[in-house]
């Protein structure tokens, strides 16, 4: 099955060439086309950048300078001296629907089983697993997520195909690093499949190692693609794995678009840890997706750079270095250099939604950072008219607070469950469904 916007939108192979040439050689795009000052440069800032005042020094006076200029600038700024450039749509996209089953969870919902074809072999192949309530009056809401161990692990169903590339050893069932059938239904309990529909929503997944696998020393999927077999052009330390995830975030955003079974005015985009951190990303560097759910994302995610709590910027690198570009490691030392901090990355979202979850354990991921980058992100959403945080103390445990900003602490380590569903759920009514 292919989108009528992508049949529209594909120019012939030289475009894909064009367009991959551009993406490893530097061609002009808006996001390039500005000139910032080497890391030396930069002065020190100890408090988090106001997102509202550009970095020449000029305050943000108004929602179309907002639009037209800050916002511009700002991504901009975040590919240039952290993630690296998210790669361009490819030209050449096709979905195909590998399996349909109406009688999915004892009939309340239908598995849909897509393959997202981004280009010519080898180009990367995300596996799509879609759920969708059959008990609906219109296209169902949709909870896209990027999961850790293959969408395998998340059913029981042996219709749903194992993961064909590399997988954590750290995942339930793997064996040198490759799915097996004991893996399947590993991960069940932290996907209350059944209470999703139940509720209404839809829900999306796919695998983050379908785009590219998590691992410093080794680019398999869309960089070692775009490199075509050059590898001065695929250096995992300056390829922004985050980037490549964001990236897979939004192909999979093309098909649900397209869906009729999809609202494609309410999907959101979910992911834990380090699939949160790519999950803000993509939200923020994508209109189409309506809430953004970085789940205990912490440090480069949902955290401050500039955090005093848990991991920092040169733990980060050091321990992930294939996660951001080599412009990055140059903070390592003076994060307080870095023109922008991740409340800037929230303000991207504006005036869309978006909710930071914690756990009172997880202080690796600084909680209280968190919300401070919801504070300090607050003032775009009002400049933009609607209500951000509307709140200025962290909420007792358990407690969904906030309006388009929203925040969430419970007691607990670092683990996405049942119970955080429900809350990604409630945040979600609040924003789509008025109950």
């Known amino acids: 099955m292919e989108s009528a916007a992508h049949k529209a939108s594909i120019l012939g192979a030289s475009v894909s060439s064009v367009a991959l040439t551009c993406f490893l050689f530097g061609c002009a795009t808006p996001s390039q086309q500005h000139v910032f000052p080497d890391v030396s440069a930069l002065p020190s800032r100890p408090a988090m950048p106001d997102p509202l005042v550009m970095l020449n020094g000029e305050p943000v006076r108004s929602a179309t300078q907002w639009a037209k200029e800050r916002r511009p600038e700002l991504r901009a700024l975040f590919e240039h001296y952290m993630y690296g450039r998210i790669p361009p749509a490819p030209a050449h996209f096709q979905a195909r629907v590998m399996g349909q089953y109406a009688g999915f969870l004892d009939g309340k919902a239908t598995l849909k089983l897509i393959t997202l074809e981004t280009g010519p072999a080898p180009s990367p192949q995300i596996d799509l ?3 969708i309530p059959n008990q609906r009056r219109a296209p169902a809401p949709v909870f896209l997520v990027m999961n850790f161990c293959g969408n395998h692990a998340l059913v029981d169903d042996p219709r749903v195909p194992l993961t064909r590339g590399w997988v954590p050893s750290s995942c339930t069932g793997c064996t040198n690093n490759s799915a097996t059938e004991a893996s ?25 190692g379908d785009v590219d696998s998590d691992r410093a020393d080794v680019s398999d999927g869309l960089y070692a693609f775009l490199a075509n077999g050059d590898s001065s ?9 985050l980037a490549a995830w964001a990236w897979g975030f939004q192909r999979c955003v093309d098909y649900l678009v397209e869906d009729p079974d999809i609202d494609a005015q309410r999907i959101a985009a979910v992911g834990h840890s380090r699939n949160g951190k790519a999950a803000l990303l993509a939200a923020a560097f994508d209109d189409r997706i309506a809430i953004a759910f970085p789940h205990q994302a912490g440090c480069g995610g949902s955290a401050p750079s500039r955090g005093k709590t848990g991991e920092s910027v040169k733990v980060i690198n050091d321990h992930f270095p294939h996660w951001f570009n080599a412009a990055f490691k140059q903070f390592n030392a003076a994060p307080t250099k870095l023109p922008f901090d991740q409340n800037c990355l929230a303000a991207l979202c504006a005036p869309r939604a978006v909710l930071f979850s914690a756990a009172q354990d997880d202080q690796w991921a600084n909680p209280a950072g968190q919300f401070d980058v919801l504070q300090a992100a607050d003032a775009v959403y009002q400049l933009l008219g609607v209500p951000g945080l509307d709140t200025a103390q962290v909420p007792p445990l358990r407690q969904l607070v906030g309006n388009r900003l929203g925040y969430y602490i419970r007691e607990g380590k670092h683990s996405m469950t049942a119970d955080d569903w429900r809350v990604f759920m409630d945040f979600a009514d609040r924003q789509w469904l008025k109950r």
């Open 129 to 131: 697993l879609l759920v």
């Open 184 to 208: 399947r239904g590993a991960q069940t309990a932290d996907w209350p499949l059944s209470e999703i529909v139940q509720r209404g929503y839809a829900l999306a997944a796919f695998y983050s």
């Open 233 to 241: 052009r695929n250096v995992p330390a300056n390829r922004g794995t």
